[in-house]
T-cell receptor, first 106, second 114 residues
């Protein structure tokens, strides 16, 4: 099956800093997504991005489908950005990466 | 985006009893829903694919007799944890996909078996 690798596993930032999270897939996927899991466990859809680039406020994402990776950019990080960020995708089934645990310090 | 509602949000049950978790797509029809399990500080692991009108497809290592899945309509899938034991305590979360394969998730259910 498809393998999803995320890096880095953990990230500590000072408020205001920028960061890039990476997601690599072992095979082509047609439904790549980025999620933020809040402290209550709710998965928040950030981007549905099988290819190309999208932006939403301080967040943006780029997927290079031919090279099987995606990047999530967080600019001017805030303490409320803390949490776990997952990328996920697959063919018929959506498989999750291990996540990046982000902590933003005030 | 689409809305997927999961109920209950949390449940505590005694060992040996069964617990049913509901997953509803509120504003779209979903012929397929998915059930995941998440242990603390770990990722989401796919348990099974729920197919409307047919049997669920379970991932390797998931006991189908322990985790009963029913997808009775295009908007409702249920997961029943049968004869629950403390090791079944976990966070269970469902998802449904739109036609373009974008997945939306329920709020999750935190199950504690005592």
């Amino acid at each position: 099956g498809i393998q999803v690798e995320q890096s880095p596993p953990d990230l500590i930032l000072q408020e205001g800093a920028n960061s890039t999270l990476r997601c690599n897939f072992s095979d082509s996927v047609n439904n790549l997504q980025w999620f933020h899991q809040n402290p209550w466990g709710q998965l928040i859809n950030l981007f549905y991005i099988p290819s190309g680039t999208k932006q939403n406020g301080r967040l943006s994402a780029t997927t290079v489908a031919t090279e099987r990776y995606s990047l999530l950019y967080i600019s001017s990080s805030q303490t409320t950005d803390s949490g776990v960020y997952f990328c996920a995708g697959g063919g018929f089934k959506t498989i999750f990466g291990a996540g990046t645990r982000l902590f933003v310090k005030a | 985006g689409a809305v997927v509602s999961q109920h209950p949000s949390w449940v505590i049950c005694k060992s040996g009893t069964s617990v049913k978790i509901e997953c509803r797509s509120l504003d779209f029809q979903a012929t397929t829903m998915f059930w995941y399990r998440q242990f603390p500080k770990q990722s989401l692991m796919l348990m099974a694919t729920s197919n409307e009108g047919s049997k669920a497809t379970y991932e390797q290592g998931v006991e189908k007799d322990k985790f009963l899945i029913n997808h009775a309509s295009l908007t409702l899938s249920t997961l029943t944890v049968t004869s629950a034991h403390p090791e079944d305590s976990s966070f269970y979360i469902c998802s449904a996909e739109m036609r373009d394969l974008e997945a939306f998730f329920g709020q999750g259910t935190r199950l504690t078996v005592v």
